[in-house]
């Protein structure tokens, strides 16, 4: 079923409806494209990558020693005849005897024969008089069979799943990768974002300030945010709040982007012109959502492509909560990350939180572990959803659900990690 304006109208809805709502509207993913392995570091696999070859290919040293077949020599009379070596990247061709030893480097393949690594540091060597070197181990009895070497396949064995399809890559994959063999990887397309900012008293950051204006500080925060998710960003500046300014930057955004980000001007205002523009060029599908900060998000889909929109509050603290809980989960679905969920901890309230019942309220907090291992989290400073240096202090939201009105010192609470975005 398609989702519209008609279904959920101006009824302001629960976080959950709005989160199920915005699953409807954005399902995600974009298409998909080969990337060469070294840049694809915060994209997102749209196959799973199984491997075609043992990781390591072969069975070999873990250490620089010699190699031998253990114990492989009598009781009591531990020394080996040493004849020959292997260095990495050699292969030792002759099978080893019972009671020799090869001197080996670590990752050198084990030849064939020797099941063993004893390390140089436990070694003496010699020659006899009649120029045989033989080696002899320092303390016999710490050593295991087996020890010091790597199995073949033991990290990555042949037809192994490598990569699931879904998984935003790190430089842990890329390495992974990288030992297959893999030169490239299909991923999802990265999200083209139009983000622009609205209201007559918002000026750009190095310009004067008039007696009446502001600095844009969300478009730069949401900058930050959107680079973090790996999208291409079209930074269309700051809008006056003029309808047909507005309608005119809606339309060119729907046909150069896969979402548009704005802030400001979704409230009830005299000069919140953004609903009133969505309406020319496009259809609301749900505006207010019962929470704090961030109350007037409004989402849409714009023209014929059905181009997600996203009208964020214009109040600073209400732009990164919104974009958190709502913006970031629709465009990791279309980024193709469908198993991201957000994530959470609990932790115990060092003081009392202040929210109200019927609605969610996200507080700015800081939570820390005692030296039990106990959670705790205190808010940082004024709640105010201008209060910015709230969020600068902060290292998570902390969730009051909307069955709460307030928690005391010593409850548990959700905490939301600022994790890899902030
Ligand atoms: N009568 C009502 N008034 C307000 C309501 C309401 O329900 N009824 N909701 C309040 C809440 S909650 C919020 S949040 C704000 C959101 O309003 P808008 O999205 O229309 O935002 P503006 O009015 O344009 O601006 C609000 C505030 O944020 C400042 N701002 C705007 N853009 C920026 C920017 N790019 N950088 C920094 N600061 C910005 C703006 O100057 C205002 O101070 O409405 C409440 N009012
Ligand atoms: O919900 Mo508004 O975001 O607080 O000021």
Known sequence: ????????????????????????????????????????????????????INVPQQTNAAMDGIALAWPGNDAGHL?????????????????I?????????????????????????QLTQYQDSDGVSWVEVARPETV??????????????????????????????????????IAQVSVYRRPRVTIFST????????????????????????????????CEIIDAGILPDRREAIRAALQTAAGQSD????????????????????????ELGFWRIALRPGRPLAFGLLGERRVPFFGLPGNPVAVVVTFLQFVQPALR???????????????????????RRGRVDYLRGFYR???????????????????????????????IGEESDAVDPGESVLVLPFHDLL
Not at 375 to 399: D, Y
């Open 1 to 52: 079923m398609t989702l519209s304006c008609f279904d959920l109208g101006e009824r302001m809805l629960s976080v959950d409806e709005a989160l199920s709502a915005l699953r409807e509207f954005v399902p995600g993913p974009l298409n998909s494209e080969y990337i060469p392995l070294s840049s694809l570091l915060g994209r997102v696999a749209a196959e799973e990558v199984a491997s075609s």
């Open 79 to 95: 020394r080996w005849k040493l004849v020959g070596r292997v260095l990495a990247g050699q292969r030792y061709d002759t099978a």
């Open 97 to 121: 005897a019972h009671g020799e030893a090869v001197a080996i480097t670590t990752g050198a393949p084990m030849p064939d024969g020797t099941d063993t690594v004893i390390m140089n540091e």
């Open 144 to 181: 295991k069979q087996g020890q010091n070497v790597r199995q073949a396949g033991e990290d990555v064995a042949r037809g192994d799943l490598a990569l699931s399809a879904g998984t935003r890559l790190k430089p842990q994959h890329l390495g992974l990768l990288a030992s297959l063999g």
């Open 199 to 230: 209201g007559d008293e918002v000026n750009a950051p190095g310009e004067p300030l008039p007696e009446a204006g502001i600095y844009d500080t969300n478009r730069f925060a949401l900058l930050g945010l959107l680079q973090r998710l790996g």
């Open 259 to 282: 979402a548009v980000v704005t802030s400001g001007g979704v409230s009830v205002g005299e000069a919140d012109w953004i609903k009133a523009a969505l309406d020319d060029f496009g």
């Open 333 to 355: 679905r279309l980024e193709g990350e469908f198993k991201w969920t957000p994530w959470h901890l609990t932790a115990l309230a060092e003081s009392p939180l202040r929210s």
């Open 369 to 399: 572990c005692d030296d039990r291992g106990q959670l705790w989290v205190t808010t940082t400073g004024q709640q105010g959803s201008g209060i910015l240096s709230s969020v600068v202090a902060a290292n998570c939201l902390i969730e």
